[in-house]
């Protein structure tokens, strides 16, 4: 298995903050990195997907970059909608595998 | 606009075998391309990756769970059946169902159910 490892696993953070994750996997995936956000007691829901494309109806103050190995995910002014978990996700091996999550919480 | 709903059991004792049922619609799984799959998320734990089955019949499940799982579908209910065996307390989790998008040569899950909290005790 491709393991996916992200950090940091939680950061305090202020609306209008600059926020990064990262995400690395242990074999390079080429741009298979997939991002999620997820809400405590909902289903996640695709964020970005291939390192970069914003899925439709994404707002464009997430973007995704990095290629290989590691890759991070950037929200550029923290909103309040944003505070949740995201996950890390690869799709290069046909057995997906995900990051460990990273939890956005309110400083 | 694509939907899916997880439908079985929320409790299951040790031992027993879990059947669960996705339920979806906006889409077939007679068209090429298409696949539908299951991920998993113990309480508070990450997200793990089940299986998968493809238009055409090709599956692929994780390896450490190949022994115990088998994914099949059903195109004329637009259904897909995910079936456990040998549950055990570890594999308390929520269980949701997938839709797999495929854009420009990439790969993800662009449609999530609400998922199944399924709890295994004796």
């Known amino acids: 298995d491709i393991q996916m490892t992200q950090s940091p696993s939680s950061l305090y953070a202020s609306v209008g903050d600059r926020v990064t994750i990262t995400c690395r996997a242990s074999?390079?995936?080429?741009?298979?990195l997939n991002w999620y956000q997820q809400k405590p007691g909902k289903a996640p829901e695709l964020l970005i997907y291939?390192?970069?494309n914003l899925q439709s109806g994404v707002p464009s103050r997430f973007s995704g970059s990095g290629s290989g190995t590691h890759f991070t995910l950037t929200i550029s002014s923290l909103q309040p909608e944003d505070f949740a978990t995201y996950h890390c996700?690869?799709?290069?091996?046909?057995?997906?595998?995900f990051g460990q999550g990273t939890k956005v919480e309110i400083k | 606009q694509i939907t899916l709903k997880e439908s079985g059991p929320t409790l299951v004792k040790p031992t027993q075998t879990l059947t669960l049922t996705c339920t979806f619609s906006g889409f077939s799984l007679s068209t090429s391309g298409v696949g539908v799959g299951w991920i998993r998320q113990p309480p508070k734990k990450a997200l793990e990756y089940l299986a998968l089955i493809y238009w055409g019949d090709d599956k692929r499940y994780s390896p450490s769970l190949k022994n115990r799982l088998i994914i099949t579908k059903d195109t004329s209910k637009n259904q897909v059946v995910l079936t456990m065996t040998n549950m055990d307390p570890v594999d308390t989790a929520t269980y949701y169902c997938?839709?797999?998008?495929?854009?420009?040569?990439?790969?993800?899950?662009?449609?999530w159910g609400q998922g199944i909290l399924v709890t295994v005790s004796s």
């Open positions: 291939g390192v970069f």
């Open positions: 074999q390079s995936i080429s741009s298979f």
């Open positions: 997938v839709h797999r998008l495929i854009s420009g040569g990439h790969r993800a899950f662009n449609s």
């Open positions: 996700q690869q799709s290069y091996s046909t057995t997906w595998t």
